[in-house]
């Protein structure tokens, strides 16, 4: 890495103590590392060599820019290039594209097959998959609707380079003024945008303009908040905390994770102008607790998305906080141990919302 890059990557030491998230109720850092001395666990706990799934994802820098490619660094993780106000919370490695991937296959099984919910035409010419990451939804996409073109934005290059032909991703930051000219899409994706976006009013705006008249746009957005129905998840508990490190470490970003807690999905369409907004809530189990089959198969990939990379989900988000790499892992540790007990039933809530442009 340039020494131009090193100089903008995030601090590898903790920041300095922002004002308490007690508020929150969000635990000091300490109360992990001191829980975990007392039951005689360490960082060494957490294995990251669990995750040995392979990645068909390849980069391809054939028509990429250095400084797109000049990547900021967190404790040995790399996060997207500095460009403009873009900003991501994910790593952009290979580990994290190996736990999207899962994501996705988890997310296919949530919706039973299904690759999209608003209806969509067979005929419709060109869509765009906002946040594309590894591109593999607007590959699936693409194969399901042969005679449309689709295009996937993202502002990491970490989509494969062999795509179906229909296909193609460009480095585009969503949040910044839209390249795509007026009425351009039949139908507008954006799944798991949650602390990325800054203004849900603005974005939904950028997407009603890019649209045809009679366009869908659909947005898929899941809760950061593991919840239990039978008290199983407390407070206390890592899982307890998971989606308040989140939430918290987001306000000081400015780009809330708050989206299906706070309705920001359709209050956004319902100022843009949308009409027959539709939407589809579904609860997420994670673990192998659920008695029902299919649920079971859920809460597994649900278990091994955050399993596959806790580390790179997590970091920059607890790293804002001021927490330290080994409070980070020790966190982590005890999440995993939560998670395998299957005595926490655990769920999280994700919210699929779909609005048309008016004729």
Known sequence: MSDKAKSKSPSASPPPAAE???GAGILPPQYWTTH???AGHN???YADADSTLG???ATSTASITSSVLDYRELYGRTYHSERGNAQYWGTNDERQSEALDILHHCLMICMEGKIH???IKKDIQKALDLGCGTGIWAIDFADEFTGAEVIGTDISPIQPSWVPPNVKFEIEDMTAEWTFGENTFDYIHGRWLSGS??????????AFRALKPGGYLESFEPSALMESDDGSVKDTDAMGQWGKLFIEGAKKIGRPFTVVDDELQRKAMEAAGFV?????NIKTPIGLWPKDKHQKEVGQYAQLVIESDAEGHILFMANTLGWSREQILVFIAQLRREMRSQKHHAYYRQKIIWGRKPE
């Open 55 to 57: 990645s068909e994802a």
């Open 276 to 280: 027959d907004i539709q939407e589809v």
């Open 43 to 45: 960082a060494e706990d």
């Open 117 to 119: 919910f608003a209806p």
């Open 197 to 206: 976006i800054a203004d849900w009013n603005e974005l939904f705006k950028s």
């Open 36 to 38: 975990a001395a007392e």
């Open 20 to 22: 308490s998230s007690e």
